[in-house]
């Protein structure tokens, strides 16, 4: 789930929208006229800047917290994924990172382990492993969270030191695995596409040039230099990757099992091939149309014990309420897969060796 308030979007996120979003007036007018936008528009940044006004706008992280608490039994612990968004090009952020981390770790101080704080990382954040080990060891944060289409490549030479850390202490590690969310706002430089791996193949046929940095092939090449980095991919492809499969499967010859334009079949097969990597189902189980193919992945035996139940509140407020889609997930599936990925699962990937 996500706690962080529009206070940590950056101003240029909706440009000058973002900017009156951040005052209380500005707020409530945005919100309004946004509720009224959203049925005619299929933006996806707007969509999830709906959500940021409406949930993030004048609450507080903890508010935030309390607020998803209600949805679930009690006693249900909560990954809470931080985001650092100061380098996407979209303008300042002004919510300083630190300060963000620093409500969050008090949160944790107040509910212990119901809230398990996840940091992001950046490559391009100066002293990256000294903060990452601060959260993790001084204040009660759980794993670390990655954000690869905000601009760098996940093996980034900058981050080896945190994945050495990570990897000896088997911390879990969250990173975004969908064509849409968030990304980098500017022009792809070719510095940014410096230390680039993916295969001219991959390349060509990227529809956007960010999915550079996001694209599923890139954790076959981390693994190689990490191999017990524990790694979940959030959304596992994403709805329209979900979509596309059920209507366009991937061709499989015995020469060519991998299919690298379905980021759903080639997650799914990393996740089958690595004992390191999960998958969680983050808001694009949202739509149900995708609840009969969960069912049938969840009988394969290999990729079974490696999906993870997420929601990525408060974005799954977008098509249904939180409470809505747990329930229905939760019915269809039955006790005993619902509870294998609930809560078999995640305890599974989650375990450290702090």
Request: proline share 5%; with cysteine; hydrophobic share 40%.
């Amino acid at each position: 789930m996500h706690i962080f308030t529009i206070q940590a979007v950056p101003v240029g996120f909706v440009p000058v929208v973002t900017r009156l979003a951040q005052t209380r007036a500005g707020n409530w007018t945005i919100e309004k006229l946004l509720k009224m936008a959203i049925p005619y528009s299929s933006l996806d940044s707007l969509h999830r800047f709906a959500q940021f006004v409406e949930i993030g706008g004048e609450k507080t992280q903890e508010s935030i917290f309390q607020e998803v608490r209600r949805f679930y039994p009690e006693g249900t612990a909560f990954v809470a994924l931080t985001m650092d968004m100061a380098y996407m090009n979209a303008g300042a952020v002004p919510q300083s990172y630190i300060m963000q981390l620093d409500e969050v770790a008090n949160i944790k101080r107040a509910y212990g382990d119901r809230i398990l704080p996840f940091i992001c990382v950046d490559a391009r954040r100066e002293g990256i492993l000294e903060i990452v080990k601060h959260y993790i060891e001084e204040r009660g944060f759980h794993g670390i969270k990655l954000y690869p289409p905000l601009g760098f490549f996940p093996y980034d030479s900058r981050l080896d030191p945190v994945w050495e850390y990570a990897q000896s202490k088997q911390i879990p590690v969250v990173t975004h695995l969908s064509k849409g969310g968030v990304h980098y706002r500017g022009k792809i430089r070719q510095s940014m596409m410096q230390g680039c791996e993916l295969s001219a193949e991959i390349l060509d046929k990227l529809d956007k040039p960010y999915h550079a940095f996001s694209h599923p092939a890139n954790y076959r090449i981390l693994a190689e230099r990490f191999p017990n980095l524990k790694i979940s991919f959030g959304h596992c492809g994403g709805d329209k990757e979900w979509a596309s499969l059920l209507l366009n499967p991937p061709i499989r010859t015995l020469d060519k099992p991998k299919n690298p334009e379905n980021w759903l079949a080639y997650a799914l097969d990393l996740v089958s091939e690595h004992k390191q990597f999960y998958a969680d189902i983050s808001y694009t189980l949202n739509d149900k149309r995708f609840f009969s193919l969960l069912k049938v992945v969840l009988q394969d035996a290999k990729i079974r014990k490696k999906i993870l139940f997420g929601s990525d509140y408060y974005m799954v407020r977008m098509d249904t309420s939180e409470k809505t889609f747990s329930i229905d997930l939760r019915a269809f599936l039955g006790e005993s897969d619902f509870k294998q990925i609930a809560e078999t699962n995640p305890k599974q990937f989650l375990r450290r060796k702090l």
